[in-house]
């Protein structure tokens, strides 16, 4: 590994020039950054990744191994790929059919988990801290703090922030109170939310 400025990045990579990368970010093995791409500080990108240049990746993302952030993908702070998991931005590609103008936007909210080998279906929403399991395909928008499994992916609970399983049904009222951050949570019919603590 060798340092840019004020990156890391190891020899066998590619980055075009205008790629923009923020402070303390570590660039492995094999990996292509297209001129476009956005990217924020202290983010780790494993080996064989490549980023497209309509692309911007938040501060403080892990994308693991052989993971593609296609065109029209935004992540934002925090979200972590697991290894081989799949974005995609033509919804019914065709070798014959050129649909580059067709791109659809792909959105991840802070702090979601993306878990191995999972694909995401372009043109959807993930909410923060939404947490999609090993697998699974997400073809509809994801709830934040959704606990997703599955082909097609379905809502199985509540995930923390801290990434352990909130003891809370789907729907109704309740309340959690995680033990190791002391964040309080409220659920509401379908909807989970995180109390804010005022200072």
Known sequence: ??????YTVHPTAVIDEGARIGEGSRIWHF??????????????????????NNTQIGDHCKIQNNVSVYDNVTLADGVFCGPSMVFTNVYN???LVERKSE??????????????????????????????GAGAVVNKDVPAYALMVGVPARQIGWMSEYGEQIPLPLEGTGEYICPHTGSHYILTQRKLCKEEVSQ
Do not use: E, W
């Open 31 to 52: 990996v292509h950054i297209c001129g476009g791409a956005q990217i924020g500080k202290n983010v780790s990108l494993g080996q064989n990744v490549f980023v497209g």
């Open 103 to 132: 791109y659809r936007n792909t959105r991840v909210g802070r702090g979601a988990t993306l878990g191995a080998n999972s694909t995401i279906v372009c043109g959807i929403t993930i909410g923060p801290f939404a947490f999609i």
């Open 1 to 6: 590994m060798t340092n840019r400025s004020n």
């Open 93 to 95: 590609p065709r070798a």
